[in-house]
């Protein structure tokens, strides 16, 4: 039996660590993640041995400083959102529920770069299917001649030992939740194998300067499976997102130490594979029926691109069970926080209303603009009064009533008149010159609910 004190208590859900057992874990408030694990003989392999550490060298703020190399893969989508290209020597976690697509893009980004070195430098290892389902997909993609390395196992050190041998330019290790490490006890895909195995990856990664992309499972909560520390210990986090009920996903930068976050890619998925999405607007707008009440166009920004969507709300009388409120693709506390002030300043009532609020085609949003197209859409739906099929919507609404501005009206005006939208509602704050709008649209300001409920009469 192992000794007493080389025992830890560990939550599989956000990794901290307790003396002993207990059935809620305090750090994250998850209930049963707590397991027995025994502590890894040598804490992370080769920690030094010396005594004393060296001197560190301080230097001042200002500076020259490095410009990444990048390599551009043949994907638009993956460089827009990991900045401008993938980093050499940098370690990206793609996160994201089973099915979603995650082998597919990245098997896709592996036979991209493959394509462009040929220089046999990039390596598929996968932890989770073996070799022949891998290449049946890799048939199904069309990609199977490009020179990609591919390999199935799930061991950490014999990936380490062949690397070691190699020139990489690009690994993929898929997923992180398979892979093991001998001098770790527990089992796969517990925190402390997940924890070890990805520092050993990462610190090869990055002695020789290679892409590492790490796949990490999601739990039923959203968050990468096994540790919050792994989100740590990479340079970017991406989770790739969806509905399995829809075509497109959705590849959001959640954290990018090269380059800006909530930046998204769009893809569309098809028998042959995930295909970029040039103009995100006009797939999210595909199947909108104009004039019907319950729908309004917002005129949203994902990272540095503007994105228009359709909201759409439905309002009912409520039966003898209580209003009930159903929210896809939004904030539930917001749209609570929107009905409170349409109730407070509007006199209106929805505590016998049901209220159904959907974002069309499964797109996430989460942006305070898109209150203001929230309430119209509800409006619309509670008054059956359509909105006219060519305007836009965007801008916050604060708990007096008021309608704030928000940020790059142009860049959203400017998209909605490509795809042919012409009238506009906005917030009146914007008159403040503070920014000042240059559109050919008509635009109507608005500075508070109440006059927004005139617009209804
Ligand atoms: P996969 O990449 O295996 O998902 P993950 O690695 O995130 O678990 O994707 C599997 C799904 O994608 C599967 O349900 C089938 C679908 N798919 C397509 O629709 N077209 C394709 O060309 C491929 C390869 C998969
Ligand atoms: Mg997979």
């Given amino acids: 039996m192992a000794k007493k004190n080389s025992i830890d208590y560990v939550c599989q859900s956000c990794g901290s660590v307790y003396p002993k057992w207990q059935g809620k874990c305090d750090a994250c408030g998850e209930w049963n993640t707590i397991v027995e694990e025994k502590?890894?003989?040598?804490?992370?392999?080769?920690?030094?041995?010396?005594?004393?550490?060296?001197?560190?060298?301080?230097?001042s703020l200002d500076g020259e400083s490095q410009t990444y190399k990048r390599f551009v893969t043949n994907l638009s989508e993956i460089n827009r959102v990991s900045g401008g290209g993938l980093v050499p020597g940098s370690v990206v976690l793609v996160g994201g529920d089973p099915g979603i697509g995650k082998s597919t893009l990245l098997?896709?980004?592996?036979?991209?770069?493959?394509?462009?070195?040929?220089?046999?430098?990039?390596?598929?290892?996968?932890?989770?299917?073996?070799?022949?389902?891998?290449?049946i997909?890799?048939?199904?993609?069309?990609?199977?001649?490009?020179?990609?390395?591919?390999?199935?196992t799930t061991s950490v050190k014999d990936i380490i030992t062949t690397l070691e041998k190699e020139n990489p330019s690009l690994v993929i290790i898929d997923s992180i939740q398979t892979m093991y490490l001998d001098e770790v006890e527990s089992t796969?895909?517990?925190?402390?194998?997940?924890?070890?195995a990805a520092y050993e990856l990462i610190k090869i990664a990055k002695r020789k300067?290679?892409?590492?992309?790490?796949?990490?499972?999601?739990?039923?909560?959203?968050?990468?499976?096994?540790?919050?520390?792994?989100?740590?210990?990479?340079?970017?986090?991406?989770?790739?997102?969806?509905?399995?009920?829809?075509?497109?996903?959705?590849?959001?930068?959640?954290?990018?130490?090269?380059?800006?976050?909530?930046?998204?890619?769009?893809?569309?998925?098809?028998?042959?594979?995930?295909?970029?999405?040039?103009?995100?607007?006009?797939?999210?707008l595909a199947e909108r029926q104009g004039c019907v009440s319950g729908s309004c166009v917002f005129a949203g920004i994902e990272g540095s691109r503007p994105v228009l969507v359709e909201i759409q709300a439905l309002v009912g009388n409520s039966g003898y069970n209580g209003a009930k409120r159903a929210i896809v693709g939004w904030d539930s506390g917001r749209l609570a926080m929107i009905l409170a002030v349409l109730e407070a300043?509007?006199?209106?009532?929805?505590?016998?209303?049901?209220?159904?609020?959907?974002?069309?085609?499964?797109?996430?949003?989460?942006?305070?603009?898109?209150?203001?197209?929230?309430?119209?859409?509800?409006?619309?739906?509670?008054?059956?009064?359509?909105?006219?099929?060519?305007?836009?919507?965007?801008?916050?609404?604060?708990?007096?009533?008021?309608i704030r501005a928000v940020s790059q009206p142009n860049l959203r005006l400017k998209e909605a008149q490509k795809l042919g939208f012409t009238?506009?509602?906005?917030?009146?704050?914007?008159?403040?010159?503070?920014?000042?709008?240059?559109?050919?649209?008509?635009?109507?300001?608005?500075?508070?609910?109440?006059?927004?409920?005139s617009r209804f009469n």
Avoid: W
């Fill in 345 to 402: 300043r509007c006199g209106m009532n929805f505590s016998n209303h049901d209220v159904y609020l959907n974002i069309a085609g499964g797109l996430k949003i989460s942006e305070p603009a898109a209150d203001l197209a929230v309430a119209m859409a509800v409006i619309s739906s509670l008054t059956n009064k359509p909105l006219p099929s060519d305007m836009v919507v965007f801008g916050e609404i604060g708990l007096s009533g008021e």
């Fill in 423 to 453: 009238n506009a509602i906005i917030p009146h704050s914007f008159s403040d010159k503070k920014q000042k709008i240059i559109t050919n649209m008509s635009y109507h300001e608005i500075g508070n609910v109440q006059r927004l409920i």
């Fill in 188 to 196: 796969p895909g517990s925190v402390a194998q997940v924890r070890a």
């Fill in 39 to 59: 502590k890894p003989s040598v804490e992370f392999s080769n920690i030094s041995a010396k005594k004393q550490g060296n001197q560190i060298d301080f230097v």
């Fill in 209 to 284: 300067g290679f892409t590492l992309f790490l796949v990490g499972h999601v739990t039923k909560q959203g968050a990468i499976a096994g540790p919050r520390v792994l989100e740590h210990m990479v340079d970017t986090v991406l989770y790739f997102e969806g509905d399995r009920g829809h075509h497109f996903r959705i590849l959001r930068a959640v954290k990018n130490r090269y380059g800006a976050t909530d930046e998204i890619g769009v893809f569309e998925m098809q028998d042959t594979g995930l295909v970029e999405v040039e103009n995100p607007s006009a797939l999210f």
């Fill in 107 to 135: 098997l896709q980004v592996c036979a991209g770069m493959a394509n462009k070195l040929k220089d046999n430098s990039c390596f598929y290892i996968s932890g989770e299917e073996a070799i022949d389902q891998v290449r």
């Fill in 137 to 152: 997909r890799a048939k199904r993609l069309g990609l199977a001649d490009s020179p990609v390395r591919l390999a199935s």
